[in-house]
């Protein structure tokens, strides 16, 4: 096995981290709005969507770490063999299959997986398997396949 690194591919899953982002900076306003009583003056206000902002990226920063991708190649002997032990792989961690033709699959996490997981994506070539996905499961793939 090696580690692919595929320049076109984003590093972080930026969509979670913004989600995350957006999320955290709502849900501290929406507290802070309504357990403090300075809600009615303007420096409050600022001070409110000041400290939501900073709350924001800090779990927004943390989120991206938390959402790293990675990309690998494995070399397989047996086409069919080595799908099932991926299918089966997947299925345990939590994705379900979501759509795939002869070169490609892509699976997708289910709410146990994780949120933030985002897709798997396996493209296959003749005896080599590049897979791409969240660097916490793709580390757990590397271990157990």
């Not at 972080?12 to 357990?35: D, E, H, M, R, S």
């Not at 409110?48 to 927004?60: D, H, K, N, P, R």
């Not at 798997?120 to 005896?127: A, G, P, R, V, Y």
């Amino acid at each position: 096995m090696k580690e692919n690194i595929n320049p076109l591919e984003p590093k972080y899953n930026t969509q979670a981290v913004l989600i995350f982002f957006l999320f955290t900076f709502l849900l501290w306003v929406i507290v802070f709005y309504l357990a403090f009583p300075f809600k009615a003056s303007s420096t409050g206000m600022l001070i409110l969507l000041f400290s939501g902002l900073i709350m924001g990226a800090f779990v927004g920063t943390i989120a991206m770490f938390g959402t790293r991708r990675k990309t690998i190649k494995i070399s397989f002997s047996n086409k069919e063999e080595f799908l099932d032990k991926i299918n089966v792989f997947l299925f345990q961690v939590g994705y379900t299959k979501d759509f795939n033709t002869d070169n490609f699959l892509s699976y997708k996490p289910s709410f146990r997986a994780g949120i933030a997981s985002g897709r798997i994506n396996i493209t296959l070539n003749k005896n080599e398997a590049t897979i791409s996905g969240a660097k916490k499961i793709i580390m757990i793939l590397e271990k157990n396949i």
